[in-house]
Structures are given as C-alpha cells and as structure tokens.
C-alpha cells in the first residue's frame, strides 16, 4: 500500500480507503463487516470512512466497534454531518446546534474522543455559511475533529469558504469527497482546479461507479441477485448503469487484460493517476473483494494506456 498527503495538510491516507454506505450496519451483517475492517487494516488501509446519516448512526457503531481492538494513532478516521438524523426542525442541516450535537453523537458512537476528518456531507443554503465555519472551527480548537472536509460542494461553495476562513481566521477545508469514476468525470472541469489552488484534496466515492467498473452487470442479463441495482430505488445506479457504459466497460476489459490487471484495478488505478487524489473510496461487503482493490495502489499506467482509455470514455 502508497500513501498520500491528504492536500497541503501533513496528514498521509492510504490510496485505498474503506467506506461504509449502503453497507455497514445495514444490508452487511456485522461479521462481515468487521472482517472486512480488519483485513483492509491488514492489508495496509489506514483510512475509514462513514456517516452519522448511514442507517442512522448503525454504521458509525459497526465502524467503531471494529476499529477499537487497534491503537487510536494508526488510523484516520472520517464522518460526517448534515443528513436528516431525527423528526425534528433542527436534526438536520449545517447549523451550529446540529454541527455540535451530531458531533458529539459521533463521537459516542464511534467510541472515541476524536474525529480526524469531518465532513459537511452537502452544501445547505438554509445556514449562513460563517455560523458553519465557525462551529467547525470550535471543534478544531477544542480537539474533537482535527481536519474539515466537505463532500460535494460546487467550485464555487468552495472557495467562498476558503475566502471566508482566511478572512474571519478560521480553520480552512483541506478535502473534498466528490463522486468520481471513469464514467463520471465531472470535478475534472472546475473541482480539481479549484482545489488544486487552494490546497485541497479529493477523497473519492464511488471510484467503480456503483459497481459497474467491476464487470458484473451485462447488457441485455439481469443484474446478478444480491448486487446492488437489485435494491430498491438503485436499478439504475444513479445513471450510470446503461447500454453505452456497458459498451465502455467491455473495451475497457481488453485494456485491464492487456495490463495484466482486473477491470476493478484498472478503474482505481486510473482515478490515482490524478495527483490531487489522495484516495479511492471503495466499499467491501467481504474482505476477498479489497485483497483485488488494493493492487491498484502503486501502479503507474502508461501515457499510451491512458490515451486508450481515454478514447474509449470519449465516445
């Protein structure tokens, strides 16, 4: 496993990081997870990623039982706040009391004293943005979150809050967690740029594009049972489950082949050729599965490989 500096921060992740949505605490029972958890943190993954919205708050406890047989200092941990967690007002959102409360809940349920990155899970245009900046900026100086993050905010969300945090002093964002995949490329255009000027990192999810950078979805089959476009509401994956991709996908495992890599390595491998990319989320509902995801870590594909690739998404 390869590490990076998460941005301009000191702060090193491994290439391959662990997520929990869609399957910790939920459809993935505990046991697997907790297998998963620790053979990622066999495998060299030191980067753990949830949220206090994923099966309101289970998957946070999961995470948390899971890491806590391992010293605090080898690890980063991340969540997030923003997502309805109650039936009231003000159990959602970016406000001061939501921040303050969610965190503390986090913490509780996650059994430690510290979050090392916590994340603003969406933009919320209902919250002045200063009153957000500063409750974050509380929980850096009293110790309970060591870096802020925020997770798909436009460019220009962004760098309002980087200005604002420069002019007020407080305590600046140093990574972004955007959706980002061959087949969704969206933050090449302004995101990275962006970021790339103000010293922030991405942390990307879905990097095999819900599962359809694995191979396992065919035109013209039925998504295998179990898989995650079985689900309710995800029969399309969010768009990205169609008859041109698949065509993409079928090409793209001529190129995996060629480099003696499969097609999940492929995909992870080409996200890391971006050096603003510190690391690739995925997720595991059995440990085999991150034994193949974390080979990507290291390998360096050619510009000619590149070029191929990039032919193929083109069309």
């Not at 605490?25 to 060299?44: C, H, M, N, P, R």
């Not at 399309?236 to 480099?259: F, M, S, W």
């Not at 991150?290 to 080979?295: A, D, I, M």
């Amino acid at each position: 496993m390869e590490y990076r500096r998460l941005g301009n921060t000191g702060l090193k992740v491994s290439e391959i990081s662990l997520g929990s949505w869609l399957t910790y605490g939920g459809y993935v029972e505990e046991q697997k997870a907790t297998a998963s958890i620790e053979k990622a943190f066999d495998l060299g993954i030191n980067f753990f990623d949830t949220a206090n919205v994923y099966m309101r708050g289970e998957a946070e406890k999961v995470v948390g039982k899971a890491l806590s047989k391992y010293d605090r200092s080898s690890y980063v941990l991340a969540t997030k706040v923003f997502g309805k967690m109650g039936d009231g007002p003000n159990d959602q959102g970016l406000s001061r009391k939501h921040i303050l409360e969610q965190c503390h809940a986090s913490l509780e349920r996650l059994g430690t004293d510290y979050i090392d990155i916590y994340y603003c899970h969406r933009f919320h245009t209902e919250t002045p943005l200063e009153e957000t900046l500063r409750a974050l900026d509380d929980l850096v100086r009293q110790g309970k979150i060591l870096y802020v993050g925020v997770s798909e905010w436009t460019p220009e969300q962004i760098t309002e809050a980087v200005h604002l945090a420069d002019k007020k002093l407080l305590d600046r964002i140093v990574v972004n967690q955007p959706n980002y995949s061959m087949l969704q490329r969206y933050i090449e255009k302004e995101i990275i740029p962006v970021s790339e000027k103000h010293g922030i990192g991405q942390v990307v999810f879905s990097p095999l594009a819900q599962g359809v950078l694995t191979g396992k979805y065919k035109k013209g089959e039925e998504a295998p049972a179990g898989s995650r476009a079985t689900q309710e509401n995800l029969g399309d994956l969010y768009g990205v489950l169609n008859d041109k991709n698949l065509d993409r996908v079928e090409q793209l495992k001529t190129i995996a082949a060629h480099e003696q890599l499969t097609l999940s390595q492929l995909a992870i491998a080409w996200i890391l050729r971006q050096p603003n990319v510190a690391s690739a989320l995925v997720g595991a509902s059995r440990p085999e599965q991150l034994e193949e995801n974390v080979k990507a870590s290291g390998v360096k594909l050619s510009n000619e490989t590149l070029q191929q690739i990039e032919e193929i998404l083109a069309d």
